[in-house]
Every structure is written in C-alpha cells, then in structure tokens.
C-alpha cells in the first residue's frame, strides 16, 4: 500500500516555528517571532493513503477530519485516509512524498482515539527511522 505525506489544516495558535498555511494556500514556517495573518491556520504534515474504509479517520476539504461512513459517499473521491502525525524529526519529508509499508514506523501502538498515531519515516541518507 502507498502512503504518502499532506499538510492539513488543524485549529490550533501558530507558535514560532510552526508550519501556516496562508489564505494564498502556500505553506510557510513561522520563523522569528514574525506574525501570521487573520487567515493563516496553523498546519502539521500527517501520512495519509487512499485506500479508506467504512469507520476510518479521514479528511475532506468539504468536512475536515470525519469518521468515514458517516457522511454520503459522494464525499469518497475527494477523502484521503488519515493514518496519524509524521514525526517532527523527519524533516527532509515534504508534502506529496511517497512511502510504502516498510519505511514506517509507528512510535506508538496505543489503539486510543484521543492520542494522535505519530509515525517515525525511514531516512534515504542514513537508513534510520526519524
């Protein structure tokens, strides 16, 4: 199965260092203190795929995050499957990278809804999990 990385919006204050995306939808970092519009929300690079099933965490522009099978079916095409978090120590991974099964790693395997699922990428360099 293909996984690959997205940044997606979340609610949450854009702290320095953060990753925003602007009302242009181009992405930036937060660096030096520097202020972000009204309209920028903060986002985090999340490994999705597109292989969703009935009860999945996913997403939609239309819907945010949703619980798929819950809303019409139309919404498939446009939905991806939200695996979890990627780890903030993979930082050469940008949005739209692909990665198949053996080059991720879960850090945590607690099957706990509240918790986001933080996923650890196998590095091309140096052959370790970040």
Sequence with gaps: MKYFARYISVERKIDDGNY??????????????????????????FLCSRDIQFGDNAYSPRNGFYKFGYHENSYRNESIKVMGLIS???????????????????????????LPRIFKILCPTCKTFH
């Design 88 to 114: 903030p120590g993979a930082i050469w991974i940008k949005e739209g990278d692909e990665f198949e099964e053996q080059d991720i790693d879960e850090v945590c395997d607690l099957d706990i809804d509240t």
């Design 20 to 45: 925003y995306i602007s009302d242009r939808k181009d992405i930036f970092q937060n660096k030096n203190g520097t202020r972000p519009y009204n309209g920028d929300k903060k986002v985090n690079l």
